[in-house]
């Protein structure tokens, strides 16, 4: 898991976590070790001087730096001090302020910089451990990134961002030759900011973000530069990353200009979870936010303010990122549970009440077997497609574990299985779906009733589901057996359809 940008830049200099020191631990120890580090991970880390007083060696002038293919970060820090306290540990104390400059090109060519200032106060950084295996316990009371320049072609941009960590606490290290890598982390609160205001280009929008009470952990290896360039590579050599992050409340907020006013849109959970993990076999990742609020505010449209709750939402996504020649697991899913809407949008639905106002839900979740015939996170592969022209991968299994949907009283549920043959183009599938709809014929009675729903768009619609459907069991209750043949027919309860 990636950490936020803020910890991640910091991060940079805090390279170690182990078990107990077994021989106290030097000032000259420390710094070798993050700059190893910084070389083994394909950075640079130098210094102006070095020297030793007493118990404290400072270094000054110290410049950190790493690049990639058209972008190069530098990041400068005036001093740190490296205090041996006699139980075999090292307190570090790092300059308030560390400037950052990032240096790219933009499709066109033009430089591209972004000039930021990461400063940090009531700081507080002990390390412990021993060479090879160090343990960083830090605390600091607050620390901010503030965007101070970003120009495009040696011209400003309208662009200004801020974020702020309060309360941050945590572990991170790194141990052996592979470059196992660890961060446990606490922070009380985060706030982030950006305003975007570019006239020529029409843009000028507000967005902001808060959350409380995070809490982190992060467990993976970093490669060598020469992998770290082709992550396919580095993924195939065992590089991996995995983690897991909660938070308490969070709010977002976007308001932008539109032709007639200001469109804004507010959200807010009070709480949510984000796990994932990323290595040879693929990703999976999953997230869900439980209570959570949404307002969307259109001037102009011919809609009142949308105002919508939802219990929990959730999601999660699993697929392969290399190529292989056998199928690999892949899976999908989304949940919106117990969703309502305002009373403001019912009354122009619904003024006189005729539909239930139940909580609306919707979960899909499906999984299955598929392949890349390429590494899909190659940075040529676009280019690739494009000369080519070929599918890149195939989707060999595919089935569908739960599906639900109900609102205004009725529900459909479902579940299914498909085979899909790749040798023909496009690929053809074959398998069942078994569908139960229930209060559907209640629902389109009182759609008619209250004006939404045609006579005869009704009837049209009873048909249909006579055509693919046939009474339940029980009342108000429809069932129906859908079948795809290989040939390329359809079925419905063994009556066929195409």
């Known amino acids: 898991m990636h950490k936020p940008a803020l910890v991640s830049t910091v991060a940079l200099m805090i390279p170690a976590f182990a078990p107990p020191a077994f021989a106290d631990l030097t000032a000259a120890d420390v710094w070798a070790e993050w700059k190893n580090f910084a070389t083994y991970s394909g950075q640079t880390m130098e210094s102006e001087s070095e020297v030793m007083s007493g118990n404290t060696l400072s270094v000054t002038g110290v410049t950190i730096g790493s690049s990639a293919p058209d972008v190069e970060v530098t990041g400068t820090v005036a001093r740190i001090d490296f205090t041996e306290q006699g139980d075999g540990t090292v307190a570090v104390a790092i300059s308030p302020e560390i400037p950052m400059e990032i240096r790219g090109e933009d499709s066109d060519g033009a430089d591209i910089s972004t000039k930021l200032n990461i400063s940090h106060s009531g700081g507080s950084i002990i390390v412990s451990g021993q060479p090879r295996a160090l343990r960083h316990d ?3 009371g607050r620390m901010d990134m503030d965007l101070v320049e970003l120009t495009e072609g040696g011209n400003p941009v309208g662009v200004d961002f801020s974020m702020a960590l309060q309360q941050l606490t945590g572990i991170y290290g790194f141990s052996g030759n592979a470059a196992v890598i660890r961060n446990d982390s606490n922070i009380g609160a985060l706030a982030f900011r950006m305003d975007v205001d570019i006239p020529e280009d029409d843009a000028d ?5 808060t959350m409380t009470d995070i809490v982190s952990t992060s467990t993976g290896t970093i490669s060598a530069l020469d992998s770290q360039q082709n992550l ?3 993924l195939r050599n065992g590089q991996f990353t995995e983690g897991s992050l909660r938070h308490g409340a969070a709010t977002f907020k976007i308001d932008s200009a539109v032709p007639d006013g200001r469109a804004v849109i507010e959200s807010s959970a009070e709480s949510g979870t984000l796990s994932g993990e990323m290595n040879g076999d693929g990703i999976n990742y999953e997230g869900t936010n439980s209570g959570v609020d949404l307002s969307v505010i259109i001037p102009g449209a011919m809609i009142p303010p949308i105002e919508l709750e939802a219990e929990e939402m959730s999601g999660e996504i699993r697929m392969p990122l290399l190529s292989d020649d056998e199928a ?3 899976g999908l899913s989304t949940r919106l549970e117990g969703v309502t809407v305002s009373d403001t949008v ?3 639905i619904d003024p006189m009440q005729g539909l239930p ?7 899909v979740e499906m999984s299955g077997l598929g392949r890349w015939f390429v590494d899909i996170i190659d940075p040529n592969l676009a280019e690739d497609i494009d000369e080519t022209m070929e599918v890149p991968g195939e989707v060999e299994e595919l089935t569908i574990d ?3 949907v109900s609102v205004a009283g009725a529900e459909l549920t479902g579940t299914g299985a498909f085979e899909f043959d790749n040798s023909a183009v496009p690929p053809v599938p074959s398998g069942t779906v078994d569908l139960n709809l229930t209060g559907a014929n209640t629902l389109i009675d009182s759609l008619v009733n209250i004006g939404l729903l045609p006579e005869d768009q009704a009837m049209g619609a009873r048909m249909m589901l006579g055509l ?7 009342t108000d209750t429809l069932t129906s057996k859908i079948e795809l043949g290989a040939d390329g027919s359809v079925t419905a309860n063994g009556q066929r359809i195409r």
């Open 402 to 404: 739960k599906l639900t």
């Open 346 to 348: 019912w009354s122009m």
């Open 357 to 363: 106002r139940t909580p609306a839900n919707l979960i």
């Open 468 to 474: 693919f459907a046939r009474p339940g069991s029980g």
């Open 328 to 330: 690999q697991p892949i």
């Open 205 to 209: 929008f507000e967005m902001t973000m």
């Open 138 to 140: 830090y605390e600091f």
């Open 232 to 234: 396919a590579v580095a």
